[in-house]
């Protein structure tokens, strides 16, 4: 590249950052795209690096540099590893320091480069590992220098973080091999720097460098400290790191003076306002909170460290030092519930720091909690700090510190006064602050009443009493109107929810002994009691109302939710002792606990019949009346005797669930007709009704055929004018009615868990068995005929068949002279044939997955289910020339053939029965999938390959066996010699084989890649196939050993060509489970050996 080239470069650089216009960017992306995308062009960009002096072609080349040797870098040879790494590191020395100076954004694409480098050549040879001598150069000369070093310590120590994805075994392993050999010098580089800061050793008389430099070499010790040592790839949603696994050499840490290190560093950098370097020094002392306590060799260094910790906290809480700074704040919170967390109750009551410490951690948290407004979700851990209390606190009992209970009963109070003033806030319309309402945030809120919940359990009764108060306050203001609507709304919405968190953490709440003088509190049944009465009365009051609150409902559920439970285990309490003086039903002045239920159930009732328009009410209605009619509690009474409690059974003896299941299909249960979007409610609505109908009926038929008499009519109607011309279902008026009923039937089917309720649905489809194309169950498939375009029709209908034919937990269960198994697999075949056969001549898609893709995952679902229901001898159909399972599994084939791999990966969430159904097709209907073309046969074996590398486990599961049954196919094939003539399965064979040998070699390379790299989670699924494999294509495996044993290092050469030896040692040429076990054996030992190698 000459000058005026990478002149031109720089411009068109310069114009893909900061053009004028998007057509001049435009341009700019499409001429430096290719640069990117191509491996040969490495050398044109590292010559851009080394000349140029414009920041944007220096970000450019960098970052196109790294882009192409992490895609490419098995292509890159062994010198041009060296040449890179070695022209990095002399470029940052050279230029490091002027860049900083003149362009600091280009810096760090190009610190970024080099730690990619080390990273991805780091198990290549120790040359690659020296790291620490050629960064310790730099750490010997000018600030800047020193600066640069240590911003390549901090890259390379977070690059080497291993990761989810491609190559991650390796990347796993790079890491292991990192924190064993340079982690722990960079580590002490990274102490020493500090202390050296910290003593006045180190004076830079430039405040910016220092800063620059103090704040580098922080970031660096918390990289160091935040490493994941375990190499278990910690979930990134979290900020959590539960224990810091420091490796048990690093005895610096055990020195009590490290926290006061950084406490001292956290006050100067205060002091000298560098609110990032504070914060960093205050996420150090988090990580040192949470180390190991088996990294601490005695007791007393441990005791040592917390003591030190707390005397820091106690400092910086009594000076209110940088809590101005909501980074810091946030950071003092977690590092305050770290503590805690890692600490139990004794050991923090056993230091002396503990009353002065806990004094000023209660003064922060209540000051805090006044200022609920101030970073709302930094107040998560001091909650959480005061709930971790409270159980040690109820165990200890009078063991524990005095105040303690005193001060989580005043944090709880100030705590619900909190919520309150939120609610009023966020009822004022010209609010804008900056938090997130807990009530319109599900996850927040649950967590928020998690906490409450806890709190609450230190003094149950007073705590209750409190949130009473305020109910009845607010009733009275309402009720007056003296307060605002939005206003009283809110406040109600959060004293519901309040009240639930309480009467859901009660169970284990603390009882006052009888030595404490407020042995006159109300006993837990009262106060639930109480709690509950208010609750019903306000819900009686807001039923009457036109219009709901959305808030209000979604409060009301919780609470029942959580009364729910409390109910179960009074009804446990009634079921152990018949004569229980304290009742829930007498507090509430009801007449038994029947009636109790009967509060709950009339709720559910209401909501279904008066709040449908609301959908997310509807949706955890029907939530909780599901858990009510399938739930089975074991519940702990006082004698510690566990019992089982079906809540179903009593429900079964309430007058409004009576009334439900008679009259379900009503017009009052409004949610039934609101629209067809809440179709999947009405299959959640029949699924529970299914459950409590075969519960209370069993086996009886005519009560059965009653409570279905509303779909029956519907299904009637529907087939007879189908029977008159299959046409007239394609009216408007036909198409709710008919998806209606395949939701309802879906969710009847769902609740069919044995033989006899599912019997009882198959002849109430199929009542004309002896005549199947008479029987109301060929509706579906006439029904799909004409709606088969429209997704809103064919998707219910495909599920409800899925159901209809899938033989869970053995429902399925024919006697052996019916021909019902046949009948239910040729309707699944006829379905999918009417379906199929429309939906893969069809071009046009609006929404490809909604249209087409999820159309066809449903079908192969179903038909998978029919295949593997095991309610149909297969053999029958080509005895007695019946077309239909050879048809139905062509036109799954073709399906499957009809989904782009791309596609296949896009949604694989909607696909995955796509794997089920070939790997089904391979088990037992080879000669089928034979009848392919070669070339269609190779499409769907590249599928299964790309499965293979699946992240979902079933999927490559999935596939292992498929590849296996493949092959143990051509094996019979090639090895069935009983007659002299071919027979034409073994031809096709023959062709596939001679035609397309690469794709099953692919394979092969495939599953030995997987293997020696550890990126496969079953050795016994992959050992099944590839055994097959090695024997099929032997030559193959011969040149593809000699393969990855060139692709070593000399030495190690003959090791990997000895474990490939013994990996095929006592392995015969058979595939009989005796030889597939021992070939098991061999790999398993070979994948263990193997990774030594790197």
Known sequence: MDPAQLAQLETFCHALYNAKSEVERAQAHQTLLPLVQNPQCMPQLQFVLAHTSNPHALI?????????????????????????RNFLFDYLAKNGPDLYRSAPSGVSPVV?????????????????????????????????????????????????????????????????????????????????????????QITIGDKTEERRLMKQVLRLCCNCLSFDFMGTIPDETSDEQSTVMVPHSWNMLRDEGIPKLFFDLFSRSCTAQWPECAQLCLQCLVLLAALRRSFFQKEEDRTKLLASMMQGTTGVLAAKMGLQDTQCYHELCRLLGKINA??????????????????????FSMDSLRHWEVMPNSKHYLLGFWAAMVSPVILLQDKAPKALEAYIQQITLAYIESRLFMAEASADPNNTADWDDPLQDEVLRAEQLDVLSNLGRCRYQETAQEILKHFEEVSRLGQAGQMNQAVFEKKMTWLVYMMGALVGGHASAKVSPASRADTDAAPTHVVNGELAGRIFRLVTVTDGQAVPSEGLELAYLYFLEQFRKVYIGEHAKQVVQQQVSERLATV???????????????????????????????????????????????????DRS????????????????KYILGNHASPQFGFLTHGLSYGKYRTMYYHTLGKLLFMDIRENKDAFEKFMEPQGHILNTLWQQSCQNPALLRQESCKGPLIGLCRDLRGIGLACASCEPYQ?????????????????????????????????????????????????????????????????????????????????????????YVEKYKGIGVSLDMFSHALHGNYTNFGVFELYSDSSLSKSMALALQMCLAIPLQELNAYLK????????????????????????????????????????????????????????????????????????????????????????????????????????????????????????????????????????????????????????????????????????????????FAQVVRTLS
């Open 910 to 1085: 909607a696909l995955k029965p796509y794997y089920y159904f070939l790997e089904l097709a391979t088990r037992g209907h080879m000669s089928k999938v034979m009848e392919l073309e070669p070339l269609m046969l190779t499409t769907l074996l590249q599928s299964i390959e790309e499965g293979l590398l699946s992240f979902e486990t079933g999927v490559s599961m999935q596939c292992c066996a498929a590849v296996d049954n493949v092959i143990s196919y051509f094996h019979i094939q090639a090895h069935n010699k009983s007659q002299n003539r071919t027979t034409p399965e073994q031809e096709r064979v023959r062709r596939f084989l001679t035609e397309a040998p690469q794709c099953l070699q692919k394979i092969l390379h495939l599953m030995f890649q997987l293997v020696m790299t550890g990126e496969f989670s079953s050795t016994w699924s992959i050992s099944r196939p590839l055994l097959g494999l090695v024997l099929l294509h032997e030559q193959y495996f011969m040149q593809l050993k000699e393969q990855l044993v060139m692709s070593q290092i000399e030495e190690r050469r003959a090791k990997l060509r000895g474990y490939f030896d013994d990996l095929m040692s006592g392995v015969e040429n058979n595939l009989s489970t005796k030889n597939k076990d021992h070939f098991t054996r061999n790999l398993y030992n």
């Open 760 to 848: 009882m649905l198959f002849d109430w489809l199929v009542d004309n068995p002896k005549n199947p194309a008479a029987s109301r169950v060929t509706l579906f498939s006439r029904a799909l005929d004409v709606w088969w375009d429209d997704p809103e029709v064919t998707t219910p209908l495909l599920k409800f068949m899925s159901e209809f034919v899938y033989n869970k937990a053995q429902r399925i269960s024919f006697d052996q002279s019916s021909p019902n198994g046949i009948l239910l697999f040729r309707e699944a075949s006829t379905i999918l044939i009417t379906y199929g056969t429309r939906i893969l001549q069809r071009t046009q898609f609006k929404d490809l």
């Open 342 to 363: 890692t600490h139990q109750l004794n050991e923090l009551c056993a230091s002396e720091q503990f009353q002065v410490w806990i004094e000023q951690v209660y003064s």
């Open 588 to 638: 509430l002045g009801l007449e038994d606990e029947n009636a109790v239920l009967g509060l709950l159930i009339n709720k559910i009732g209401n909501n279904l019949q008066q709040r449908f328009s609301l959908e997310s009410v509807v949706k955890k209605t029907l939530a909780l009346f599901h858990e009510l009619a399938a739930g089975i509690n074991i519940v702990h009474t006082s």
């Open 642 to 657: 566990p019992h089982l409690i079906v809540s179903g059974r009593l429900l079964l003896k309430n007058d409004m669930v």
């Open 60 to 84: 450019f080349s960098a970052t196109g540099l790294m882009k192409l040797i992490t895609t490419h870098w098995t292509s890159v040879s062994d010198q041009q590893k060296e040449e890179m």
């Open 112 to 200: 970024r480069l080099l730690c990619r480098v080390i990273k991805l050549a780091w198990l290549e040879g120790p040359q690659f590992q020296n790291v620490t001598e050629r960064v310790g150069q730099f750490l010997q000369s000018s600030p800047l220098h020193w600066v640069l070093g240590l911003e390549i310590y901090t890259d390379l120590t977070t690059d080497m973080q291993p990761s989810i994805g491609p190559s991650m075994s390796r990347f796993r392993r790079t890491a292991l091999s990192f924190r064993d050999t340079a982690l722990p010098p960079i580590f002490t580089i990274g102490m020493q720097t500090l202390q050296q800061v910290a003593t006045g």
